[in-house]
T-cell receptor
Framework: SAVISQKPSRDICQRGTSLTIQCQVDSQVTMMFWYRQQPGQSLTLIATANQGSEATYESGFVIDKFPISRPNLTFSTLTVSNMSPEDSSIYLC??????????FGQGTRLTVV | QQQVKQSPQSLIVQKGGISIINCAYENTAFDYFPWYQQFPGKGPALLIAIRPDVSEKKEGRFTISFNKSAKQFSLHIMDSQPGDSATYFCAARGDTGFQKLVFGTGTRLLVSP
C-alpha cells in the first residue's frame, strides 16, 4: 500500500485568502486524485492530476479556483483560491496502488472564517 | 448513471450483531467495488474490495456480497464491535486505476456496547 502524507492537517483561514495543500507519496504513482468532503457528506472528486500534463477537472470545479500542480511522480499540490466559508471542507489526496487499489491521505481540514 | 446509491444512512447495531450496508449501481462498466472505513478526523481507509467475477469475498469479520445481475453489492460486518463504529463508504470504478472512484453517500454505523 502507498503511504500518503498531507500538509497541513488542518488550517483556519480568512476569507479571500488562498491555501496550498501538499500531498507527498512514498512511491511513484501515475495518477493522483484530489477530493473534497464537506461536513457529514461523501467524497466528491475535484480533479485528476497526471505528472507532466494539465489536471482534469470534474464538473463544477475550475482551475482558477482549484489550481493543481504535479511536478513529479510523488508530489502534488492543490490550492484553494479566494476562499469563502463555503470552501470549509476536508480536502483529500488519493493515489492508486499497484493493484489498482485507491489509498487516501489523512486529509486537510479547512475552516474559512 | 454514474451514481452509487447507498443505504441505510445510519445504522445502530448491538455488540456481537451483524451490520449490513447495501449499495446499488447503474453503470455496467464498473468493474471494481471497494468499501472504505472512515473514522472522525481521518482519511478513508480501504477495508475490502471485490471484482464482479466472484459473488463473495471475506476478510476476517468483513464480507462483501456481490450480485452482478441486480447490480448490487453489500458489506456484512459479523460480530460487530464498538471499535467498528465509523462511517462506511461503498465505491465503484472501471477496471483500471486510471479511472475515478464514484462514492456512495456513506453509512454512519454505531455499535452499542
Amino acid at each position: 500500500s502507498a503511504v500518503i502524507s498531507q500538509k497541513p492537517s488542518r488550517d483556519i483561514c480568512q476569507r479571500g485568502t488562498s491555501l496550498t495543500i501538499q500531498c507527498q507519496v512514498d512511491s511513484q504513482v501515475t495518477m493522483m486524485f484530489w477530493y473534497r468532503q464537506q461536513p457529514g457528506q461523501s467524497l466528491t472528486l475535484i480533479a485528476t492530476a497526471n505528472q507532466g500534463s494539465e489536471a482534469t477537472y470534474e464538473s463544477g470545479f475550475v482551475i482558477d479556483k482549484f489550481p493543481i500542480s504535479r511536478p513529479n511522480l510523488t508530489f502534488s499540490t492543490l490550492t484553494v483560491s479566494n476562499m469563502s466559508p463555503e470552501d470549509s471542507s476536508i480536502y483529500l489526496c488519493s493515489v492508486t496502488g499497484g493493484n489498482t487499489e485507491a489509498f487516501f491521505g489523512q486529509g486537510t481540514r479547512l475552516t474559512v472564517v | 448513471q454514474q451514481q452509487v446509491k447507498q443505504s441505510p444512512q445510519s445504522l445502530i447495531v448491538q455488540k456481537g450483531g451483524i451490520s449490513i450496508i447495501n449499495c446499488a449501481y447503474e453503470n455496467t462498466a464498473f468493474d471494481y467495488f471497494p468499501w472504505y472505513q472512515q473514522f472522525p478526523g481521518k482519511g478513508p481507509a480501504l477495508l475490502i474490495a471485490i471484482r464482479p467475477d466472484v459473488s463473495e469475498k471475506k476478510e476476517g469479520r468483513f464480507t462483501i456480497s456481490f450480485n452482478k445481475s441486480a447490480k448490487q453489492f453489500s458489506l456484512h460486518i459479523m460480530d460487530s464491535q464498538p471499535g467498528d463504529s465509523a462511517t462506511y463508504f461503498c465505491a465503484a470504478r472501471g477496471d483500471t486505476g486510471f479511472q475515478k472512484l464514484v462514492f456512495g453517500t456513506g453509512t454512519r454505523l454505531l455499535v452499542s456496547p
